[in-house]
Nanobody, 115 residues
């Protein structure tokens, strides 16, 4: 099993920056890709960014050019710059496993961007 713990959220003004961290533990060698998701109040959870074991990345259109995903096992990071109020939400990390399953969701970390 893989356990994931997110940290680094907080309250920031629009235009500011935050760096989120995700610590993976357990059978981390079963991970083939890692992802950041977010869930805004009253909305569905959405994919924000992903990174494979080979380092390939992709981003939601809404964050391209502002967010950067990175990995250094067992950690994953999300550098968020030029934050906007619409980036507010709970941010979660998750992992795609070689078994075809995904890791269990963690508690997430709250990001609040004030205008």
């Amino acid at each position: 099993q893989v356990q994931l713990v997110e940290s680094g959220g907080g309250l920031v003004q629009a235009g500011g920056s935050l760096r989120l961290s995700c610590a993976a533990s357990g059978n981390i060698f079963s991970i083939k890709a890692m992802k950041w998701y977010r869930q805004a109040p009253g909305k569905q959870r959405e994919l924000v960014a992903a990174i494979t074991n080979g380092g390939s990345t992709n981003y939601a259109d809404s964050v391209k050019g502002r967010f950067t995903i990175a990995r250094s096992n067992p950690m994953m990071y999300l550098q968020m710059n030029n934050l906007k109020p619409e980036d507010t939400g709970v941010y979660y990390c998750n992992a795609d496993l070689v078994s075809g399953l995904t890791a269990r969701w963690g508690q997430g970390t709250q990001v609040t961007v004030s205008s």
